[in-house]
């Protein structure tokens, strides 16, 4: 029984196109997070959301937008797609207090060709 | 100067020999202290975490840290070829609550040899 899962696992889009990556998580867990790990496996934090605030990396293009419609999902919506955005994109979770233990899910590989 | 500097490898040991790996850091707010594996297209998994400065042991994995020299060491024993994984260090400052949004080392790819 999966942890965290991302859903697509792969997906290759068009430049300029519009895209979601979805989430959940089944730990219980009220924090989530979006990372993601370039071409040279550097894994760089995007979001943090739980149900208090949305903290959001200030490199982060605003074409980026998390979406949470309930504690357990925190999707990810991608607008304008720009071939830089391929990279493996990362959902994790962890629990108020103990946000060292995060739980990561398996990736998202998003190539824009 | 990157928050957090990791050599990236790649290592490579023979079965059984003793790994270290290594991180330093630059920012002084940091008090939580990861180390995660990550295999080949998968998520990382957390390995070990230590708050302050300290060592901790767990199985064949001692993780150590010593905030006054802005260094973190992750000791594997008897090392194993399904030890064979991208290692990388993270850290973050303490928040009190709320979410904690970790700063990873780029990850180092150790290989052990059968």
């Known amino acids: 029984d999966t942890a965290v899962s991302q859903t697509p696992k792969y997906l290759v889009t068009q430049m300029g196109n519009d895209k979601s990556i979805k989430c959940e998580q089944n730990?219980?867990?009220?924090?989530m997070y979006w990372y993601k790990q370039d071409s040279k496996k550097f894994l760089k934090i995007m979001f943090s959301?739980?149900?208090?605030?949305?903290?959001i990396n200030e490199t982060v293009p605003n074409r980026f937008s998390p979406k949470s419609p309930d504690k357990a999902h925190l999707n990810l919506h991608i607008n304008s797609l720009e071939l830089g955005d391929s990279a493996v994109y990362f959902c994790?979770?962890?629990?108020?207090?103990?946000?060292?233990?995060?739980?990561f899910g398996q990736g998202t590989r998003l190539t824009v060709v | 100067q990157k928050e957090v500097e990791q050599d990236p490898g790649p290592l490579s040991v023979p079965e059984g020999a003793i790994v270290s790996l290594n991180c330093t850091y630059s920012?002084?707010?940091?008090?939580?202290f990861m180390w995660y594996r990550q295999y080949s297209r998968k998520g990382p998994e957390l390995l070990m975490y230590?708050?302050?400065?300290g060592n901790k042991e767990d199985g064949r994995f001692t993780a150590q840290v010593d905030k006054s020299s802005k260094y973190i060491s992750l000791f594997i024993r008897d090392s194993q070829p399904s030890d064979s994984a991208t290692y990388l260090c993270?850290?973050?400052?303490?928040?009190?609550?709320?979410?904690?949004?970790?700063?990873f080392g780029k990850g180092t790819k150790l290989s052990v040899i059968p």
């Open positions: 994790a979770s962890s629990q108020e207090g103990t946000g060292m233990q995060a739980f």
């Open positions: 730990l219980g867990h009220d924090t």
């Open positions: 959301y739980n149900n208090k605030e949305l903290i």
């Open positions: 920012n002084s707010a940091f008090q939580y």
């Open positions: 230590t708050y302050s400065s």
């Open positions: 993270a850290m973050t400052p303490y928040s009190g609550a709320g979410s904690y949004q970790l700063t």
